[in-house]
C-alpha cells in the first residue's frame, strides 16, 4: 500500500527530505499534492477533525497522520527498518535529524527574519544582516557539528555501515545550502569533507539517483525554504 504524502506541490520545501528517504528505499508513495494542487492539500487538512497536522508535510496511512519531518521519518525508520536496531542509534540519529530541522527554520528566518507571512521585499535590510550573521556563525558551527558525528561514525554512513533517512537529509541540506548561498559554500566546503563525501554517497544511492533525474524532483526556487538571493550571498 502506498503512503499519501501532503505537501505543497510546487516547491522541495520541507517535504522533500521525507521524499528522499523514501525514493532511497523503494517506498511506494503518492505525492497528493503534486495531483489535485494546492487545493487539495488545504482541503485535506480542513476536513480533518481531532489530531490534525499545523502543517505539511504529513503522511496519512489509514486513519492514521504523521506530521513533522522528523517524526514522520522516525516512523519510517521503525516501519521500514531503515537504522540499525539497537535503541541507542535510533535516538542518536533522531537528535541528528531534530538538529538538522533546527538547521532548517534558521535559513527559513534568513529570508523572514522580521514576520514569516510579511514578503521578503519587506524586510531586506533585516533579511542582509541576518544573512551575515548565518554565513559567518551559524552556518560553520552546525556544518562543523555534523562532519563531527560522521567521523565518529564506524563506517561511511552517518552510523556504522548503511544509509538511514539522516544522510538522505545531509543530502537535501547540503544541496539546498549550495543553492541558497552558492559563494558561500563554495568557499568553505573543503573544511566538511566527510559531510559532502556523505552528500555524494547518497547521490549515488539508485532509488535517489533516479529521483533526481526525474520530473518528480521539483527545482529549486525562491518559494521554498532554500532561496537564493544574490544580495544575501558572499564568500
Known sequence: MAYNLWYWPTIQGRGEFVRLAMEAAG???VDCARQGGSEALIEDM???QGRTPFAPPYLAIDSMVIAQVANILLFLTDRHDLA???????YWLHQIQLTISDVVAEVHNVHHPVAVMDYYDGQKAEAARAATQFRNERLPK???????CIDASPGEWAIDHRWTPVDTSLFQLVEGL??????RMAAIEGDYPALIATRDRVAAIPGVRDYLKSERRIPFNTDGIFRHYPELDAA
Open 46 to 48: 480542513e476536513r480533518r
Open 178 to 183: 549550495r543553492y541558497m548561498f552558492p559563494k
Open 27 to 29: 517506498i511506494d508513495y
Open 142 to 148: 552546525f556544518l562543523g557539528w555534523f562532519e563531527e
Open 84 to 90: 540499525p536496531s539497537g535503541i541507542a542509534d535510533r
